[in-house]
């Protein structure tokens, strides 16, 4: 059993990006038409992220802190096992909706709530903010739809063209934030 606590990170806490291990067995993947999820059978085993990936992920995490977005990781110690970033730009046609941007869990420590737990610490973050909604951009896998869909978050109607030009294959999906 781990000791996980769940607590703001830093900018200066970027490096520690490079202790997440996001590789993964991918074995459904969904596409969105007509705002309805169909589903593919694939099998994909989708490694950790090479050296560009990770600047790429950091530099990402760097500029939403940088310009007042909000990160939460989860140490099990000192070793970071899972972070999120809540963008700090308001989106949607009530500029109500904060992005998730980045949320990733390290392979073994998943599927023991500590996805959960991040993602209710930015959900109270966005709802301090003054947000109504999480606008949430997910990988088009199986375990990233349900993951979100179990936490409440459904397809919306209302794409963010700019999120859905940078990841046209995403399942773009709202929660509402309780007040």
């Not at 991918?26 to 169909?38: A, F, G, K, Q, T």
């Not at 739809?145 to 859905?164: C, K, Q, W």
Request: charged share 30%; net charge negative.
């Amino acid at each position: 059993m781990y000791m996980i606590s769940i607590v703001p990170m830093k900018l200066q806490d970027a490096y520690k990006i490079r202790d997440i291990d996001r590789s993964e067995t991918i074995e459904l993947i969904y596409h969105c038409i007509d705002d309805e999820l169909h589903e593919r059978k694939i099998l994909n085993e989708c490694p950790n992220w090479d050296e560009e990936h990770y600047k790429e992920i950091i530099s990402r995490y760097e500029y939403e802190l940088r310009n007042g977005g909000t990160a939460y990781g989860a140490y099990d110690r000192e070793k970071l096992v899972g972070f999120g970033v809540l963008a700090h730009k308001f989106r949607g046609k009530d500029n109500n909706q904060l992005q998730l941007d980045l949320m990733y869990v390290t392979r073994e420590y998943r599927r023991q709530g500590v996805g959960s737990r991040i993602f209710e610490a930015l959900s109270r973050e966005a709802t301090k903010r003054g947000a109504k909604q999480l606008y949430i951009s997910a990988t088009e896998t199986e375990s990233a739809v349900n993951f979100y869909s179990s936490r409440g978050s459904a397809i919306t109607p209302d794409v963010d063209e700019e999120l859905f030009q940078k990841e046209p294959k995403d399942i773009h999906m709202i929660k509402n934030l309780l007040d």
